[in-house]
Nanobody, 124 residues
Framework: QVQLVESGGGLVQAGGSLRLSCAAS????????MGWFRQAPGKEREFLAS????????DYGDSVKGRFTISRDNAKNTLYLQMSSLKSEDTAVYYC?????????????????WGQGTQVTVSS
């Protein structure tokens, strides 16, 4: 399995931008599709975005489509999530994940490795 560590979370004003990073250990990063999820208190973990092993295919959840961009750098073993036009409802703990079940990439079951999460708080 690959080990994942998120960074880049913090406090931002509504309308602002933030970029999250997810550093992966191991030499197998490029064999995984990757995803970003988030979880707010009292809510289920929500799919945000996924990216194929080579970055050629991306998918987004409806709540972030047009505002968030997922990307990866396989040479650096790093996944990114560029977030813009942030809203108070984007406040949550954000998780990156690695998986090999491409057909289930929009669901938590499509991933078998998770980071510890990073808090994003958007003030209105």
């Amino acid at each position: 399995q690959v080990q994942l560590v998120e960074s880049g979370g913090g406090l931002v004003q509504a309308g602002g931008s933030l970029r999250l990073s997810c550093a992966a250990s191991g030499r197998t990063f490029s064999t995984y599709h990757m995803g970003w999820f988030r979880q707010a208190p009292g809510k289920e973990r929500e799919f945000l975005a996924s990216i194929s092993w080579n970055g050629g295919t991306t998918d987004y959840g409806d709540s972030v489509k047009g505002r968030f961009t997922i990307s990866r750098d396989n040479a650096k073993n790093t996944l990114y999530l560029q977030m813009s036009s942030l809203k108070s409802e984007d406040t949550a703990v954000y998780y990156c994940a690695a998986g090999q079940r491409w057909g289930r990439r929009g669901y938590t079951e499509g991933y078998n490795s998770w980071g510890q999460g990073t808090q994003v708080t958007v003030s209105s």
